[in-house]
T-cell receptor, first 115, second 112 residues
Framework: DAGITQSPRHKVTETGTPVTLRCHQTENHRYMYWYRQDPGHGLRLIHYSYGVKDTDKGEVSDGYSVSRSKTEDFLLTLESATSSQTSVYFC??????????????FGPGTRLTVL | RKEVEQDPGPFNVPEGATVAFNCTYSNSASQSFFWYRQDCRKEPKLLMSVYSSGNEDGRFTAQLNRASQYISLLIRDSKLSDSATYLCVVNPIYNQGGKLIFGQGTELSVKP
């Protein structure tokens, strides 16, 4: 399995509070992604990174920001959490020398509940 | 129309059965295709990349039909452990680290 960890694994927070989720990889992969998964929607891309300090928006980026100050860490921040951001968040990585570069490998996920 | 569409199932099959899933995609320029498996409350895991000529990995066979814009996954001799949700995934533009589009998944339940 790819060396990807996410922290925290579970979090309950209140509406209006800031929340930061961390994704850490030990694979030296160039690309990193944040997804959310909700019933009826499947996996949807929030933000992604194509290198240190290089990030771009996905299809559901409103209300989220990201930062990548070093190759191994990709942070997702909810500046002011809302109940609609209750979801399971997955981090993924790609671009590490596999035959097909855009194969992505996922972390274990973070279950976030916003009350 | 969704970019990637799958029959959500569930598919309920007995052990030993052969089961096939189909997936359609809307962007004819799509370049890369994958099947992922996701167990309940776990992360998606890559099952197979789908190559233009079709490919096989043990009991699993993936096919790509570009003319009709669909991808299929065939599972032979189903095992109880095959019970999971199978995600069809498409990269609409070929590039390294390209964004992927996920279908909502097809649920498979294999019964004794």
């Amino acid at each position: 399995d790819a060396g990807i960890t996410q922290s925290p694994r579970h979090k309950v927070t209140e509406t209006g509070t800031p929340v930061t989720l961390r994704c850490h990889q030990t694979e030296n992969h160039r690309y990193m992604y944040w997804y959310r998964q909700d019933p009826g929607h499947g996996l949807r891309l929030i933000h992604y990174s194509y290198g240190v300090k290089d990030t771009d928006k996905g299809e559901v980026s409103d209300g989220y920001s990201v930062s990548r100050s070093k190759t191994e860490d990709f942070l997702l921040t909810l500046e002011s959490a809302t109940s609609s951001q209750t979801s399971v968040y997955f981090c993924a990585i790609s671009g590490g020398g596999s035959k097909v570069y855009n194969e992505q490998f996922f972390g274990p996920g973070t279950r976030l509940t916003v009350l | 129309r969704k970019e990637v569409e799958q029959d959500p199932g569930p598919f309920n099959v007995p052990e030993g059965a052969t089961v096939a899933f189909n997936c359609t995609y809307s962007n004819s320029a799509s370049q890369s295709f994958f099947w992922y498996r996701q167990d309940c409350r776990k992360e998606p895991k890559l099952l197979m990349s789908v190559y233009s000529s079709g490919n096989e990995d043990g009991r699993f066979t993936a096919q790509l039909n570009r003319a009709s814009q669909y991808i299929s996954l065939l599972i032979r001799d189903s095992k109880l452990s095959d019970s999971a949700t199978y995600l069809c995934v498409v990269n609409p533009i070929y590039n390294q680290g390209g964004k992927l589009i996920f279908g909502q998944g097809t649920e498979l339940s294999v019964k004794p």
